[in-house]
């Protein structure tokens, strides 16, 4: 039960709540890690936070703050900041953010008290693997009844009142004037480098007409965004149109797989010769013959089977029957795809005056129909017909740009 409440203070204070908290309260010199590859300064009011439930603050929360300050620590401590008619949260995130460390008195209470745990979430979330804030310091606690309830807080470096309190603000303040004499280093190496960043500055000011004039001439994601959308929908809307006709008008019914199954096998017992006809269309493409509908379709046509439904995961499946005599075929299946097609931007590029999106798709076929006849129509031969309704598995889409519009011209 505490772990899951540990767990909700994390996420209630993400990395960028804090981030937006800092930029408004923040006031002395820190550094924190800047995208895994430098540091960036960062200022503090305080040198630390005092975290601790209200039952420890008489024996001993009010005690370890004096002894603090005393020492030359300012500690942000609620037994001061907090005024009547504050908000209690906001005034402690606002405490949080605006100090350098966060001291945790750890006793038997303060996992049963939801501001302690707000405040252990919002600490874990400011920690990185170069930047550690949280100082444990175990009150009438070990490290392993810590670890029953919190293992990662048990295995961190922790100082424990059976010291006593004296020593225990000593080695405290020993850590945190250790970490502000690295800041100061910091800082004269930061100063060393000022000159580099205004030559930086510079160098941005000169680029940004060119940054600019690029940018206008690049196309932006989400117009290749709402052109392929806008493609899939209107695809989609308009199969759905015709095929719910076409079933309505045919007095199509719906079946199921294993009735598919049966009534091929009753099809292919049939000694007759046999022709298969091939049909593909993306709306804007029309193909016929094996070859060019196989490798358009990216279907090996030799293992497309019932069984596994043509590689569709949930189809919608119709049937419908023609008017035929004794011993003569005429029946169509209907495999409808109700996955979504979904699309990726492979790569973008530059040919002559148009810009040249090659997209991929997973579930790019929407609809296949088999229509399967013999007899005195066929010329007592066996027919076979797939017709498939989707996309390429990749299409390339052309944009070219005027008057500062960008339009899609055409897709191949």
């Known amino acids: 039960m505490l772990s899951e409440k540990i767990s909700t203070s994390y996420r209630r204070y993400s990395e960028t709540d804090l981030l937006v908290l800092e930029k408004k309260f923040c006031a002395c010199t820190d550094f924190c890690t800047f995208k895994k590859t430098g540091h960036i300064l960062r200022t503090y009011e305080y040198d630390a936070f005092l975290s601790f439930a209200v039952e420890d603050k008489i024996e001993i929360a009010t005690l370890l703050h004096h002894k603090l300050e005393e020492k030359g620590l300012k500690v942000w401590y609620s037994g001061r900041e907090l005024l009547l008619g504050n908000s209690i949260q906001s005034t402690i995130t606002e405490g949080l953010v605006r100090s350098r460390y966060a001291i945790l008195l750890i006793s038997p209470h303060y ?19 170069s930047r550690k804030v949280i100082i444990p310091v175990f009150h009438q606690i070990t490290p392993q009844e810590v670890g029953l309830i919190n293992p990662a807080l048990a295995e961190r470096w922790a100082l424990s009142t059976e010291i006593g309190l004296d020593n225990v603000c000593d080695k405290i303040v020993e850590h945190i004037s250790a970490s502000k004499q690295t800041v100061i280093t910091r800082q004269k190496k930061t100063k060393q480098k000022k000159w580099f960043v205004t030559f930086l500055l510079l160098l941005f000011c000169l680029s940004a007409f060119m940054f600019w004039k690029t940018e206008r001439e690049t196309l932006p994601g989400d117009a290749i965004t709402n052109a392929v959308t806008l493609r899939l929908s209107e695809f989609q809307r308009n199969l759905e149109k015709d095929l719910s006709k076409i079933l309505e008008n045919q007095g199509a019914k719906p079946t199921s797989k294993a009735e598919v199954i049966r009534s091929i096998d009753s099809f292919n017992a049939i000694e007759a010769q046999y022709r298969n006809f091939y049909e593909f269309t993306n709306g804007i493409t029309d193909l016929q013959f094996e070859k060019n509908v196989a490798p358009a379709a990216g279907i090996d046509f030799e293992f497309w089977s019932p069984v596994d439904n043509y590689g ?5 499946i ?20 109700t996955q979504e097609t979904r699309f990726e931007i492979d790569k973008t590029e530059l040919q002559d005056s148009l810009t040249v999106v090659t997209i991929s798709y997973t579930e790019p076929l929407r609809l296949v129909t088999f229509h399967y006849e013999y007899g005195p129509q066929t010329y007592q031969r066996k027919h076979t017909t797939y ?14 740009c005027i008057d500062d519009k960008w339009t899609l011209t055409q897709v191949r």
């Open 318 to 337: 119709h049937m419908v029957k023609g008017n035929t005599s004794t011993g003569a075929w005429d029946l169509q299946f209907f495999f409808f795809n």
């Open 312 to 316: 569709f995961k949930y189809p919608q």
């Open 111 to 129: 996992f049963k008290t939801e501001y302690t745990l707000q405040e252990l979430g919002a600490l874990w979330s400011r920690e990185t693997e």
């Open 387 to 400: 017709s498939i309704h989707g996309f390429l598995p990749q299409e390339k889409y052309y944009f070219s």
